[in-house]
């Protein structure tokens, strides 16, 4: 069964840090472009970060540009996400993707694997 599991999630103060992990089970996933995606309650789901297959390049939404950082560690078929600087407006649910392609694509319809979610709560 293929799956992407998500953790790190949970709850940090304004200005603090978190670091999500994304693991792939039940294939590789080292040629596909990764993402991380977001959900605030009664909101659409959003981009907030993708890389390609080796790392080589990474998006950013406008949003978390300078603070977040994607990261992925093939060997350990693992994605990251480092959150510094957190406000409370990155309150979410966040989402872990993997890209039909190998590139670093910024639109949900493009990635066909999802995970679960984890929850990341920031208190002001």
């Known amino acids: 069964q293929v799956q992407l599991v998500e953790s790190g999630g949970g709850l940090v103060q304004a ?6 992990s994304c693991a792939a089970s039940g294939r590789t996933f080292n040629t596909n472009g990764m993402g991380w995606f977001r959900q605030a309650p009664g909101e659409a789901r959003e981009f907030v970060a993708a890389i390609n297959w080796n790392g080589a390049r990474t998006k950013y939404a406008d949003s978390v540009k300078w603070r977040f950082t994607i990261s992925r560690d093939n060997a350990k078929n693992t994605v990251y996400l480092q959150m510094n600087s957190m406000k409370p407006e990155d309150t979410a649910v966040y989402y872990c993707a ?10 949900a319809r493009d990635y066909d694997v999802w995970g679960q979610g984890t929850q990341v709560t920031v208190s002001s």
């Open 15 to 20: 200005g603090g840090s978190l670091r999500l």
């Open 98 to 107: 993997a890209a039909r392609t190998s590139f670093e694509v910024v639109n």
